[in-house]
């Protein structure tokens, strides 16, 4: 084999290394970002760090949908940090908020174990 063969191969060998490395970053993993029209998923990816497993937390489910929907879409500013941030900047839309706050409702009134 020449020489300028095997340069050549390895040059085209480093190239389609640096593609696939530049595909691997550009592309996101799956599951690497939940999107709104699964409340389910979103909720674990959004907010199960703040509100808990069974939104036990920060989440008053005798609120009306309304004033849930405000506080998904426009963020809440809490008595004590962390405040609720805002989702409608982030692109979720008032009926995934609304069926974001129905799933916490449903956490919430799902009993331990279920």
């Not at 300028?4 to 530049?22: C, E, K, N, P, Y």
């Not at 691997?24 to 690497?32: E, F, K, S």
């Not at 949908?65 to 839309?93: D, H, R, W």
């Amino acid at each position: 084999m020449k020489l300028t063969s095997i340069v050549q191969r390895i040059g085209l060998a480093t190239a389609a290394a640096a593609i696939f490395t530049a595909v691997l970053i550009a592309v996101p993993t799956a599951g690497a970002t939940q999107e709104p029209t699964d409340p389910a998923a979103y909720y674990k990816a959004k907010c199960f760090a703040c509100h808990g497993a069974k939104a036990e937390k920060k989440f008053d489910a005798t609120l009306p949908e309304e004033q849930m929907v405000e506080a998904i879409l426009k963020g809440k500013k809490a008595e004590k940090p962390p405040n609720m941030p805002s989702f409608e900047a982030k692109g979720v839309t008032a009926d995934q908020a609304k069926a974001l706050a129905g799933y916490m409702k449903h956490l919430k009134e799902t009993p331990a174990g279920n």
